[in-house]
């Protein structure tokens, strides 16, 4: 049985690094391919300890770190996060950003994701200010080589959840992919709901 815990700020300085090592271990598989850094990691999750009304959701299974879902107001995110709000007229201090989801195969299927999704709206409601909450995917074309045969994708779940897929709001995230030598962009595509 997972249990779900919202900290925000200082609260994750005790976790960070069980944070970075899970986004390593579950962005590593299909469709991310994350060839993961943990100095870079480390330095990315400052960004949710420094920014204000920032929150962080760790799932536990008993004592130990299995899941994490980050968000943060839009307002505090990269520009290559902000820039497709800005340049379709949004106001971007109306919009709150769930960054990732991330929970160890095993614990799947448990309730977790759907509580993830829970817990940032109802943070963003409780700091006030949001219209809309978003958050993006990366798109993978259907032929991908590493593409498993088994895969599944997470739009209908997100549809479930009130989210919609808005095609004309989309931006390049850079990483290392398994297999690559230097860092490659990636499309991402953004969804978003009302709030």
């Given at each position: 049985?997972?249990?779900?815990?919202?900290?925000?700020?200082?609260?994750?300085?005790?976790?960070?690094?069980?944070?970075?090592?899970?986004?390593?271990?579950?962005?590593?598989?299909?469709?991310?391919?994350?060839?993961?850094d943990?100095?870079?990691?480390?330095?990315?999750?400052?960004?949710?300890?420094?920014?204000?009304?920032?929150?962080?959701?760790?799932?536990?299974?008993?004592?130990?770190?299995?899941?994490?879902?980050?968000?943060?107001?839009?307002?505090?995110?990269?520009?290559e996060?902000?820039?497709?709000?800005?340049?379709?007229?949004y106001?971007?201090?109306?919009?709150?950003?769930?960054?990732?989801?991330?929970?160890?195969?095993?614990?799947?299927?448990q309730?977790?994701?759907?509580?993830?999704?829970?817990?940032?709206?109802?943070?963003?409601q409780?700091?006030?200010?949001?219209?809309?909450?978003c958050?993006?995917?990366?798109q993978?074309?259907?032929?991908?080589?590493?593409?498993?045969?088994?895969?599944?994708?997470?739009?209908?779940?997100?549809?479930?959840?009130?989210?919609?897929?808005?095609?004309?709001?989309?931006?390049?995230?850079?990483w290392?992919?398994?297999?690559?030598?230097?860092?490659?962009?990636?499309?991402?595509?953004?969804?978003?709901?009302?709030?």
């Amino acid at each position: 049985m997972l249990t779900l815990q919202r900290l925000s700020g200082g609260q994750l300085n005790q976790y960070i690094r069980e944070l970075a090592r899970l986004r390593i271990e579950v962005f590593r598989d299909w469709p991310y391919l994350y060839d993961g850094d943990i100095d870079y990691e480390l330095t990315y999750l400052q960004t949710y300890i420094q920014s204000p009304d920032s929150v962080v959701v760790l799932a536990f299974d008993r004592d130990k770190v299995v899941g994490a879902s980050t968000g943060i107001p839009l307002k505090y995110e990269t520009d290559e996060v902000k820039q497709p709000f800005i340049d379709a007229g949004y106001d971007i201090e109306s919009v709150f950003y769930c960054g990732e989801s991330v929970l160890v195969s095993s614990c799947r299927g448990q309730g977790a994701g759907v509580a993830f999704f829970e817990h940032r709206e109802t943070h963003a409601q409780e700091v006030g200010g949001f219209d809309y909450s978003c958050f993006c995917g990366i798109q993978r074309p259907d032929d991908h080589p590493r593409r498993p045969a088994d895969y599944i994708p997470l739009d209908n779940f997100w549809l479930k959840r009130g989210y919609e897929k808005h095609p004309e709001l989309n931006t390049t995230f850079n990483w290392k992919e398994l297999d690559e030598s230097n860092e490659s962009p990636k499309p991402m595509t953004f969804w978003m709901k009302k709030l």
